[in-house]
């Protein structure tokens, strides 16, 4: 199994994908992502590890491993592709294996991950301490693997708010819109947009503020709403919520009919809410 890079904490990756595909990813050692997923793409780093999860009648993980190397696509590789004669899935990366399943026990042996609040209809980041039990789980269900095999464990947990930003990124991406992070507005930066298609103006607009400038998060959301009318959102933790009040009242009363106030705790909620209904509508053949 390939070593995380040297000096850095590997992140932690749910990669979703169905029977066929997976049996050419696992067997080329290779994995591939859709255009709207290129801001994903390039913030996998080697080293990254990664959960293999496989669809429906699977639906769990029947693996791991890490990222080694990214590329982009020439040809069409998967069953999907291949029979549409174009390649859909044009950033790629190569990855190793550490533990894998052999196929026909993918159905008995997979090991669930929809109860550990991971998302399951997109690739997404888990954070690590729920990697950790799900590495947990695996070794109690397949037995604790040889001792060079087995993942680092996690280290310093990311962020409260970069995890906020994560969820973000993953609710959108489920209920179908164009999401990036990071978005560029005169000078300054969103933390999250959702936008209905790749080249228009977000049509949602986030700020995570844990602590720290709310004035400032608040005064770049308001620039969104008035260039663009877009939807603002701040997501913010309990003891934010009296400075937030007060600013509404005050310097920003203009916008306090439409400036949405998130609690941090709800985006989980959401995010395992709106997993349960994508796999209860994949169930019943409705997506």
Known sequence: MARATEGITPQYWNLPGTVENWGTGIERKVWGMKPHFARTWERLTPGDILFFYVAAPVAGVVGYGRVLTKFQADAPLWPDEIKAKRIMYPHRFEFDVARLLEPPKWVEAR??????????????????????????????????????????????????????????????????FVCEDEYRIDGERLDVVWKRVERSVPTYAFEVQVGGDIYHAIGKLKH???????????VIDEASVPKVAELLRGTFHEIASELRVIKLERLAYLQTALAGVHDLEKELGLS
């Open 111 to 176: 090991v669930p991950a929809r109860d550990l609040g991971i998302v399951i209809q997109s690739i997404g980041r888990v954070p690590a301490d729920t990697a950790s039990k799900l590495l947990a789980r695996i070794d109690e269900k397949w037995g604790a693997p040889p001792k060079p095999e087995r993942p680092s464990p996690p280290g310093r947990p990311r962020s409260r708010h970069d995890q906020a930003k994560d969820l973000l990124l993953d609710i959108g991406r489920m209920r179908r």
């Open 224 to 234: 969104a709403f008035d260039i663009w009318n877009s939807r603002i959102f701040l």
